[in-house]
């Protein structure tokens, strides 16, 4: 995109932008008192040479909880019936047209992988295609639906978390399900891009530039090569977020320390009762992103 569509969809993420506050979970008991059996201050151990994060849920609160993709009622109903009574539709008749979109695809490419991702904007341009629609571009479009759907807003602490691994010399990533604006709310609510925060370019991963979303063994394994060329073995990276399936699982298979972030109610995933995580346990689990450094 050129700079003023990025100026655009930048101010448009500022303007639309809805205060989310954290809703502290319930931990289960066990889950619990693994929180406590931690020492204090859970601070990472002293071999640890490289930070990971996931995004939605973890360095952003989430009202779907993650990306919005196949995000079910979040509390924006009046948002989304806004956005569809422009093209004639409802609300519901616009999240079904999407999602149907999206199976769609999934269906076509899982013969190729077990965790095939889209791009949301070119389910959009199609639609605006099909409608003769030329006055919105289908990324606007995607974005709008996206802050319809699942309006997100920076998770306490992420800003000071950043600078704080950022100024102790850490080498910062992301692994991220993710689409093209995902980057741009890094700029809308923090004013600067992830590399200019601290993040290393080449340990950014986006899954709608690799084709797969977490937890994809390929999107580890590139960090793995990415971290093993700087000099880093897997075991001194923690990886960070909120999903035990997506982040967790994929980081510990991948031979990194995996962080639980359980801040927030809307986005913890423990998963329990799915076989893949059975005996599977964080490395540790954090209840607020400070607790990554102090």
């Known amino acids: 995109m050129d700079e003023a569509e990025r100026l655009k969809l930048i101010n448009l993420i500022r303007e639309s932008a809805v205060p989310l506050v954290p ?13 406590h059996a931690q020492t204090p201050p859970h601070r990472n151990p002293p071999n640890v040479k490289a930070v ?19 995000a079910k009622e979040t509390g924006a109903a009046k948002s989304l019936d806004a956005l569809a009574r422009q ?5 519901e008749e616009l999240r079904s047209y999407f999602l149907e979109q999206v199976a769609a695809i999934h269906r076509a490419r899982s013969a190729h992988t077990s965790w095939p991702e889209v791009r949301v904007e070119e389910i959009w341009t199609e639609f ?21 759907v699942n309006p997100v807003c920076p998770m306490p602490g992420a800003a000071e978390t950043i600078a704080a691994l950022r100024e102790a010399g850490l080498v910062l990533g992301i692994i991220s399900n993710a689409q093209f604006f995902t980057p741009l709310f890094f700029e809308a609510f923090f004013n600067a891009p992830p590399e200019e925060l601290g993040f290393d370019p080449g340990l950014t991963i ?5 084709g797969e979303a977490k937890p994809s063994p390929r999107l580890f394994e590139t960090a793995v090569r990415q971290l093993e060329a700087r000099g880093i073995p897997a075991a001194e990276c923690v990886f960070a977020g ?19 972030f359980a801040g927030d109610s809307r986005s913890l995933r423990l998963r329990e009762g799915d076989d893949r ?12 992103l400070e607790e990554l450094w102090g």
Request: aromatic content about 12%.
């Open 23 to 35: 809703e502290p979970p319930h931990l289960p008991p066990e889950w619990e008192a693994l929180y």
């Open 52 to 70: 990971l994060f996931d995004v939605y849920g973890t360095l952003f609160c989430s009202a779907a909880g993650d990306i919005g993709l196949a």
């Open 87 to 91: 093209y004639g539709l409802a609300g």
């Open 128 to 148: 605006l295609r099909r409608r003769d629609d030329a006055a919105v571009a289908g990324r606007e479009l995607a974005l709008r639906y996206e802050l319809a």
């Open 206 to 210: 986006w899954s709608f530039e690799h």
């Open 242 to 260: 909120n999903d035990m399936l997506s982040d967790i699982y994929g980081a510990i298979n991948a031979g990194f320390q995996g962080v639980l």
């Open 277 to 288: 995580l059975r005996g599977l346990r964080p490395s540790r689990i954090i209840r607020r």
